[in-house]
């Protein structure tokens, strides 16, 4: 009889991407909180005494939800992409693919390791910014629940750039081109109520608006959307996009060739 139970796999890879993002701390941990440092320096104290306040916030408490959800975008996107991308280029897939896991534990276990350093970096950054601007934390509940979803979601489309990707030039391409501008388009650095009518209903279907929104609202309880809608958004976004690593995995689309 084997010794091998399922649950060893996905606590062996989960360990591997644990370790390789908490050893590179420098680069994957720490930059976020000075960027969300900068951003609260510059917008905040710069120009939140010129902005009138925002849904009876200020703009200084107004901003930092979305800088929180930001940091948990590019660190669980940054996560999966540069970890597949090097599994991918290095040759080291291969050993995946001949062990026992099957597809299922995996893609798991890669996801999972992206989701922890997405919601560690938000924490991280959410922690010192209740330090810098003594913002309040009125659903924990929720906030936990937008962070850790939204972290699945941009976990797996790193995932599948790194899978897509044939080369280090395209794997930038998703995060300048679509990433990027989603993020600072999607209400980060303001309400979609101040957006002319046209541009609103263009800003709607940026996803991230929910997701920003949501993350807000358990902070402030402040949005701009509708919360329920904003939850249904994120579990079936995130749903969609597993089963796509999954089955992208599951046939060797760009592995096994």
């Known amino acids: 009889m084997s010794d091998f139970h399922p649950g060893v796999g996905i606590l062996t890879l989960l360990q591997r991407e644990i370790h390789r993002f908490t050893r590179l701390s420098n680069q994957t941990i720490i930059p976020p909180m000075i960027t969300a440092a900068l951003y609260i320096t510059i917008f905040g ?3 939140g005494n010129r902005i009138s306040s925002i849904q009876d916030v200020s703009y200084m408490h107004f901003l930092i939800p979305g800088l929180v959800m930001m940091s948990v975008i590019n660190g669980s996107y940054s996560n999966t992409s540069s970890s597949l991308y090097s599994q991918r ?9 001949v062990s026992s896991m099957s597809t299922f534990e995996v893609v798991l276990a890669i996801i999972m390791g992206g989701v922890l350093r997405g919601v560690l970096v938000g924490s991280l950054v959410a922690i010192a910014c209740i330090f810098l601007a003594d913002i309040p934390l009125l659903h924990l509940g929720i906030t936990l629940f937008f962070g850790v979803f939204v972290a699945v979601i941009f976990s797996c489309a790193g995932f599948i750039s790194a899978v897509w990707a044939q080369d280090f030039d395209r794997l930038s391409l998703f995060q ?6 989603m993020t600072y388009l999607g209400g980060v650095f303001f309400s979609v109520q101040m957006l002319p009518p046209l541009w609103q209903k263009v800003a709607l279907a940026n996803p991230v608006l929910y997701f920003v929104n949501g993350l807000r609202f358990g902070f402030l309880g402040v949005t701009d959307i509708n919360v329920q809608v904003a939850e249904i958004a994120v579990v079936t976004t995130a749903v969609i996009m597993f089963l796509i690593c999954y089955l992208l995995f599951h046939i060797g689309y760009n592995i096994k060739t």
């Open 45 to 47: 104290y710069s120009l």
């Open 176 to 181: 300048t081109y679509i990433l990027t501008p």
């Open 89 to 97: 280029f290095q040759g080291h897939i291969q050993e995946l693919l």
